[in-house]
């Protein structure tokens, strides 16, 4: 019968258990194995100590090779995918970079209306549309427009409002909400998601989610995740 391996041979086991001496930290359980020089000074004091009449036999030390090449791996791996995803954050925030000054749809129903031209904002149908209509409203719920966009097929869509009111007259500028409502040809009802529209007016890159997107007349900052498409 040969010798136990190195993770459960008790002589082996205690020396995981060290002192660094030098810092006095203390490093316990499996941790001991993470270094190369600390797996291989176990290895060979668990071949010199092993019992001569019953050696350690050639799978044993196999497969504490492989088990540490394995570990050795994952921890290389993990490494590697840290250093991606700091890259990848880094591109990130330069693409968003680029968002400055445009007018990008995002996941929200609201819309900002400057001081002069109009507003535009978004919506995906789940299904094709025989009639489409968008109620605009101001800050306190009021419709102040109805948009007839007449029928649209599935998929992304898009709307223009002039900036006025169901009377003709120019609407303060501000921020707008609005609703979009759908109907088949049956006259059943289609579900609509919409998407709110804004213009970029810088970027922050050091959230915990990613860069986000400050948009003119938005109380807040946008996930650069949230951002659907650039108009």
Not at 15 to 28: D, F
Not at 44 to 71: E, G, I, Y
Not at 159 to 168: L, Q, V, Y
């Amino acid at each position: 019968m040969s010798t136990s391996p190195i993770s459960s041979n008790s002589f082996l086991s205690s020396l995981q258990t060290s002192s660094s001496g030098t810092s006095g930290s203390t490093t316990s359980g499996l941790g001991g194995l993470a270094d190369v020089n600390t797996f291989y000074k176990l290895l060979v004091t668990q071949l010199t100590n092993q019992d001569p009449m019953n050696p350690l036999s050639n799978q044993d030390l196999s497969a504490q090779l492989a088990q540490f090449s394995t570990a050795s791996g994952v921890q290389g791996l993990q490494q590697s995918m840290a250093t991606l995803t700091a890259q990848l954050a880094q591109t990130q925030g330069l693409q968003a970079a680029n968002l400055v000054g445009q007018t990008v749809v995002f996941d929200n129903n609201s819309i900002s209306l400057p001081a002069s031209g109009g507003a535009a904002g978004g919506f995906t149908l789940a299904s094709a549309a025989q009639s489409v209509q968008v109620q605009v409203q101001n800050s306190a719920g009021q419709t102040v427009n109805t948009l007839q966009l007449g029928a649209l097929p599935t998929g992304v869509q898009t709307f223009n409002w002039d900036g006025t009111t169901s009377a003709g007259q120019a609407a303060p500028a501000g921020n707008y909400t609005f609703n979009v409502t759908a109907a088949d040809g049956s006259g059943q009802a289609v579900a609509a998601v919409p998407f709110g529209t804004g213009k970029v007016q810088s970027v922050y890159l050091s959230g915990s989610n990613g860069p986000s997107l400050q948009l003119q007349g938005q109380s807040g900052s946008v996930p650069l995740s949230s951002i659907q498409g650039v108009m």
